[in-house]
């Protein structure tokens, strides 16, 4: 504003001047043309009353640095000239002031030289011998009179800047000063100009209303930011420019963003391909839902658009974190397809070797040995069941009844059950460490430590060891099951310990089980809140510890 005046004021004063300049010049150069004319008219009469009494005779001893005089005939033909050789001078018969001076005794004309820097003035009059006497004078032209001049009118121009500079930025600074001073908080309370007390009042009244309005907007702001804060949902808000309007707890932790990215556009989030179609579908009025894999987890978004009166102000993207879900279905389809194929197997053998027998296709003597497979498999399929349902149990998260448990104790239960199978595959079985004791299901603690023994058996080497370790482990209790065999390669480690997976399913039918005591390890573990980490190379044993 300061600027504006200040500029207005200097602008004000140079047109003013340069106006005033071109005003007086314009007037002065008139009057000096009339005063000129006038004069050029005395000093005609008076010579022409000297030559009519005289002659021509009297130019042969005038000498004039003013004035030009020229006589001409009555066909326009110069006799006499006092500044040029008459001789050689072209008719004068096509002269306006020589015609009028011919027809009416008097004429007056004023011609531009052919460089318009300047303007000769004509006043002629007849003698009484029936010529012309002529008398002219020549100036410079308005424009080249201010050529001219133009030094002193830039030199005017120039002191009159500086003092306009001067007297506007003195006089600026005075008209604003109580504009500066103006107290827009408080607008009422101001002491300034008359002629802003009903801006003034205006602005009250509009500081309250925006004061109510700032408050109901925090207000809003305020419930929110808690709502979507507390969100477990990622969500972002974005106009039509894609511009972020909100992002969420939830969203910043999904794309690991730490600074504030609020006012920058979505790209700098997220710049996949699949998103970029989703925004601009929903900004065109369509609603997008597609699912991504993201830092090991997978999310569902659904991108909506924001409407209001028809008309699109933006879009709202919600992000849900379906890992757990699609893990769980995934688990579902593939535990379905496992359990099947684990069932139809020792199902397909039993009813081969019933069929076999129910048409007399079996010799007598072999009789025995295919009676010993149906109940082999028939044994292989009521395990199988038994772990389903031990399985089952532990993903409802069933409450059975928790006990104080001797973890020595356990394990010298375990060694009893398995000592023949141990014996059968020439494999030992030891038991060190202290009576270690805590609080759980005593169930799930045996289908701990008889699984992993089992597995040790099952895996181990001919002539080989396992040796169960219950020890005390950084005031926590553990079990450390080891074995001789065959070992695990590294890339089958992380894979362990799902349902129904094995290292080498060629041999499954060989090392028999049903693929679930890992599984049901795991499960049990984690009922008891404990861990479970692996050790394991093949060909040099594996030693599974499970800490409580």
Do not use: W
Not at 108 to 117: C, E, F, M, V, Y
Not at 263 to 289: I, T
Not at 446 to 475: M, S, W
């Amino acid at each position: 504003m300061t600027k504006k005046i200040f500029r207005s004021m200097i602008t004000v004063a140079l047109v003013v001047l340069l106006s005033s300049l071109f005003v007086a010049t314009t007037f002065i150069y008139d009057y000096f043309n009339k005063s000129q004319v006038k004069q050029l008219k005395a000093e005609l009469e008076l010579v022409k009353e000297t030559v009519n009494n005289v002659g021509v005779e009297y130019f042969e001893h005038f000498d004039s640095t003013m004035f030009r005089f020229t006589v001409v005939d009555e066909d326009g033909t110069v006799l006499y000239d006092t500044v040029a050789d008459a001789t050689q001078m072209e008719n004068h018969s096509d002269r306006e002031e020589i015609r009028e001076a011919l027809e009416n005794g008097h004429g007056s004309s004023a011609r531009n030289s052919s460089t318009l820097t300047e303007k000769t003035f004509y006043e002629a009059t007849l003698l009484d011998s029936g010529d012309v006497l002529r008398i002219s004078v020549s100036q410079l032209t308005l424009g080249a009179l201010f050529v001219g001049m133009s030094p002193a009118i830039c030199a005017i121009v120039f002191v009159a800047g500086i003092i306009s500079f001067l007297l506007s930025s003195k006089m600026t600074q005075k008209i604003v000063e109580p504009l500066n001073k103006l107290d827009l908080e408080n607008p009422t309370e101001n002491n300034s100009y008359e002629e802003l007390s009903p801006i003034l009042t205006k602005i009250h009244k509009q500081h309250k209303q925006i004061n109510r309005h700032i408050e109901e907007l925090r207000r809003k702001a305020d419930e929110f930011e808690q709502i979507t804060s507390s969100m477990s949902e990622g969500l972002i808000l974005i106009d039509e420019k894609g511009t972020i309007l909100s992002i969420n707890n939830a969203c910043k932790k999904i794309y690991a963003v730490k600074e504030n990215v609020l006012g920058n556009n979505l790209l700098s989030v997220d710049r996949a391909n699949q998103m970029s179609r989703a925004v601009k579908d929903a900004l065109g009025g369509l609603h997008s839902e597609f699912v991504i894999q993201k830092n090991g987890y997978e999310y569902q978004f659904n991108v909506n658009p924001i409407e209001t009166d028809g008309k699109k102000l933006g879009a709202v993207i919600l992000a849900f974190d379906i890992t757990e879900k699609a893990f769980a279905e995934r688990n579902r389809q593939e535990f379905t397809a496992n359990v099947t194929h684990e069932l139809k197997t020792p199902l397909q053998s039993i009813i081969g070797s019933a069929e076999l027998l129910e048409n007399g296709l079996v010799k007598p003597e072999d009789t025995g040995r295919f009676v010993g497979n149906i109940r082999k498999e028939a044994s292989r399929l009521v395990n199988l069941i038994n772990d389903i349902i031990r399985l089952s149990q532990l993903d409802e998260n069933h409450e059975p009844a928790t006990e104080t448990v001797n973890l020595r104790d356990v394990a010298n239960e375990v060694v009893e059950v398995l000592t023949a199978s141990a014996t059968k595959k020439d494999v030992s079985l030891e038991i060190k460490g202290d009576a270690c004791v805590i609080y759980g299901v005593r169930r799930y603690i045996y289908e701990i430590i008889y699984n992993l023994c089992d597995n040790a058996i099952r895996y181990n080497v001919d002539g080989g060891k396992v040796t169960i370790d219950i020890h005390r482990e950084n005031n926590r209790n553990a079990i450390v099951v080891s074995d001789t065999g065959i070992g695990i390669d590294a890339q089958h480690h992380a894979r362990i310990f799902e349902r129904f997976y094995r290292v080498d399913k060629s041999h499954s039918k060989e090392t028999g089980g049903t693929g679930l005591g890992l599984s049901i390890v795991k499960h049990a573990v984690m009922y008891h809140k404990g861990e479970i980490e692996l050790e394991s190379e093949l060909g040099k044993g594996t030693t599974v510890k499970v800490m409580f």
